[in-house]
């Protein structure tokens, strides 16, 4: 089962509002991810997890907060966004843990279409 | 620079034309792996093929066939007898040694379109 889970699919949100995403596998991943993307372009990268420790964050404004509270789940806090905040926003996975983990396999979500008015 | 160059923007092809997607890529490493993902409308990324450098056997699966070759740092995509439901979205994506974990490089991705 190769099944990365994202909740919602599609959120509409103000400026002011406080919102989260939600990303899950069971695959026994030990590296999660967070991705942007915007229509017509590749997806981004935001953050890294690693045992569920931050190492990446690709210089994201404060705004998006991610949080692995277990190695299973990823959440993504959004806190007065703009409206170019709004995208495609992508979680995945990947084994990680070893020596070669740089060159896992990333499993993708469907994503959650964010739209912020 | 780009280290992942796909030239086709877009492609059409009518059903049952075989279709080559094209993928350059860049990089100084020695050992690296090189990957293709499919993005349907709905936007998930689908996984298709991861290949190392070592490796260039080409590799068919079923209607889709991969052509790597190191000498021309190419790994060319091809969907003999395309279907309807092969419209997507395909992004080619490389990454390389030197950390612990994977930072993909995408290229910016082909639009194929195919018409019944």
């Known amino acids: 089962d190769t099944e990365v889970t994202q909740t919602p699919k599609h959120l509409v949100m103000g400026m002011t509002n406080k919102k989260s995403l939600k990303c899950e596998q069971h695959?026994?991943?030990?590296?999660m991810y967070w991705y942007k993307q915007k229509a017509k372009k590749p997806p981004e990268l935001m953050f890294v997890?690693?045992?569920?420790?931050?190492?990446i964050n690709e210089s994201v404004p404060s705004r998006f907060s991610p949080e692995c509270p277990n190695s299973s789940l990823l959440n993504l806090h959004l806190h007065a966004l703009q409206p170019e905040d709004s995208a495609l926003y992508l979680c995945?996975?990947?084994?990680?843990?070893?020596?070669?983990?740089?060159?896992?396999?990333?499993?993708f979500g469907p994503g959650t279409r964010l739209t912020v008015l | 620079a780009q280290k992942v160059t796909q030239a086709q923007t877009e492609i059409s092809v009518v059903e049952k034309e075989d279709v080559t997607l094209d993928c350059v890529y860049e990089?100084?490493?020695?050992?690296?792996?090189l990957f293709w993902y499919k993005q349907p409308p709905s936007g998930e990324l689908v996984f298709l093929i991861r290949?190392?450098?070592?490796?260039?056997q080409n590799e068919i699966s079923g209607r889709y066939s991969w052509n790597f070759q190191k000498s021309t740092s190419s790994f060319n995509f091809t969907i003999t007898a395309s279907q309807v439901v092969d419209s997507a979205v395909y992004f080619c994506?490389?990454?390389?040694?030197?950390?612990?974990?994977?930072?993909?490089?995408f290229g910016r991705g082909t639009q194929l379109t195919v018409w019944p």
């Open positions: 994506a490389l990454t390389e040694g030197g950390s612990t974990l994977g930072r993909l490089y």
């Open positions: 290949r190392n450098s070592f490796d260039e």
């Open positions: 997890y690693s045992y569920e420790k931050l190492s």
């Open positions: 990089t100084r490493d020695t050992t690296y792996y």
């Open positions: 995945a996975s990947s084994q990680g843990g070893f020596s070669d983990s740089a060159f896992d396999t990333q499993y």
């Open positions: 695959m026994g991943h030990r590296a």
